[in-house]
């Protein structure tokens, strides 16, 4: 069965950096698009960075772009959100997603930025 486990979420000051991880099994994760998504509160779900292979195609919000960096670690299934210069509107609960002929979502991790 899929299964996506995220976490690294916690509480972190404004300016701080925090890596989140999402451990998948159940599929091959090598030939599957993954992403990260996000929901503040009273807001929508937004994508904040994809892709598949990172190699060349990567993509990344617009509100992101500069601060964080989708990548993997093949060999443990995992996928990782590198997220640099934190700022309060970054505080969400963050939700790794599986494209593998269907969509399959983790349980999320809270990120709070707070001074």
């Known amino acids: 069965q899929v299964r996506l486990v995220e976490s690294g979420g916690g509480l972190v000051q404004p300016g701080g950096s925090l890596r989140l991880s999402c451990l998948a099994s159940?599929?091959?994760?090598?030939?599957?698009?993954m992403s990260w998504y996000r929901q503040a509160p009273g807001k929508e779900r937004e994508l904040v960075a994809s892709?598949?292979?990172?190699?060349?195609?990567?993509n990344y919000a617009d509100s992101v772009k500069g601060r964080f960096t989708i990548s993997t670690d093949n060999a443990k299934n995992t996928l990782y959100l590198q997220m640099n210069n934190l700022k309060l509107q970054d505080t969400a609960v963050y939700y790794c997603?599986?494209?593998?002929?269907?969509?399959?979502w983790g349980q999320g991790t809270q990120v709070t930025v707070s001074s």
């Open positions: 997603k599986a494209y593998t002929g269907l969509d399959y």
């Open positions: 159940g599929f091959t994760f090598s030939s599957s698009f």
């Open positions: 892709g598949s292979g990172f190699g060349t195609a990567r």
